[in-house]
């Protein structure tokens, strides 16, 4: 038997998602716990994709519905349940006034006073569901513009990512992670999901992205579509220089949720620039590139399509796309030397914020 027991000094083990979202709450004046709720909702909906993606191959879903979204991809069936987990938890949790999701061409528009406007990727790296590599979803929160007595707007959605009261992703790989940030006041905070409990505990607590990596993450296929400017960045990556640690190594898995989530533990670059075929790039502003860009930021990254930063863009349209480079600020700044230079460029360091 014990003859005594001592106070365990501070530690993060057992931190619930639902723990740490309440005492951030508790250090945000004036919460009426509204958003808290809304963060609730959507971790539930994860926890309830989880299951669907862990049983995929089991239960008859994976492959095509026949249907064609938006973006003119064919439609997986486990896209569509994801989006339709998320909207049914976020709808009747009552807190949205609108939601604007990758599957739909237009937005959901809910009345009930709903504060907030969710933009989300319900179900990011599609091309890599039928092949057990990691997927995820995006989700951006901005607070509600028009007035609560009617229901939401499409303007509620369309606002810049400076704007953004959090955003988060998840990731449904060899383990699932939540990360989600509220700002660079509060950090970027990961969360695992213990699947014997069904809970989200703190695994990675205030998440900074290193200064400088020694991977870039890129669809060197696409090489012949692109300008000079990007071909020439990649190949000074591949040059060999000790006092820049060149040769970058490359690594690049095609769902924008795993190589984000490596550059942003890791360090490095991803980038997605625009090219011949998409000239306005391919990843959508509102749902991929301005929640992963508001956590780069909030974590010391840096997030910018190469001529300007990504948080900074107006939107005009929901399914708006833009080219997105993200990761360590060096690294980042090295991008944009060559995009604006359009060719070598001495060793780069990024501004000081
Ligand atoms: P999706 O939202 O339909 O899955 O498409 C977005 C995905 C990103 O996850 C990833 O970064 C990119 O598309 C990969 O594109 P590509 O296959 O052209 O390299
Ligand atoms: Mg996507």
């Given at each position: ?103 739909l ?16 990727d ?6 890599n569901?039928?092949?057990n ?11 509600r513009k ?119 533990v ?40 190469g ?47």
């Amino acid at each position: 038997m014990q003859t005594s027991w001592r106070a365990a000094p501070p530690s993060t083990v057992g931190i619930s998602l639902e723990a740490h979202i309440s005492q951030q709450m508790e250090m945000s004046p004036g919460a009426t716990g509204h958003f808290t709720s809304l963060l609730y909702q959507i971790a539930l909906a994860a926890k309830l994709v989880d299951a669907q993606v862990r049983q995929a191959g089991l239960a008859d879903v994976l492959g095509y519905t026949g249907d064609v979204n938006v973006q003119g991809e064919r439609v997986q069936k486990l896209d569509t349940m994801a989006n339709d987990t998320f909207i049914t938890v976020i709808q009747r949790g009552q807190r949205a006034c609108a939601i604007g999701s990758e599957e739909l061409e237009d937005p959901i528009l809910l009345p009930g006073g709903g504060r907030y406007a969710v933009a989300m990727d319900p179900l990011d790296g599609s091309s890599n569901i039928d092949c057990n590599i990691s997927i995820g979803t995006i989700f951006g929160i901005y607070r509600r513009k028009s007035d609560p007595s009617v229901p939401g707007t499409l303007d509620d959605l369309l606002q810049p990512g400076t704007s953004l009261r959090a955003a988060g992703y998840l990731i449904y790989g060899s383990s699932t992670m939540l990360v989600y940030s509220t700002g660079p006041k509060f950090g970027v905070h990961g969360f695992t999901l213990d699947p014997n409990i069904g809970e989200f505990f703190l695994s990675h607590e205030n998440i900074k992205v290193p200064q400088r990596g020694s991977t870039y993450s890129v669809n060197e296929g696409n090489t012949a579509r692109w300008d000079e400017a990007t071909r020439a960045w990649v190949e000074y990556l591949k040059q060999e220089d000790k006092e820049t640690k060149r040769p970058y190594g490359a690594r690049y898995v095609g769902s924008l949720v795993a190589d984000a989530h490596r550059t942003l533990v890791k360090g490095g670059i991803f980038a997605y620039p625009a090219d011949r075929k998409s000239p306005q790039g391919k990843l959508r502003l509102l749902y991929e590139a301005n929640p992963m860009a508001f956590i780069f930021e909030a974590a010391g990254g840096r997030a910018t399509s190469g001529k300007e930063r990504i948080l900074d863009i107006a939107p005009h349209q929901l399914h708006q796309r833009t080219p997105l480079i993200i990761g360590s600020p060096d690294d980042v700044a090295t991008f944009e030397r060559f995009a604006q230079e359009g060719g070598p460029v001495a060793e780069t360091r990024a501004e000081p914020a």
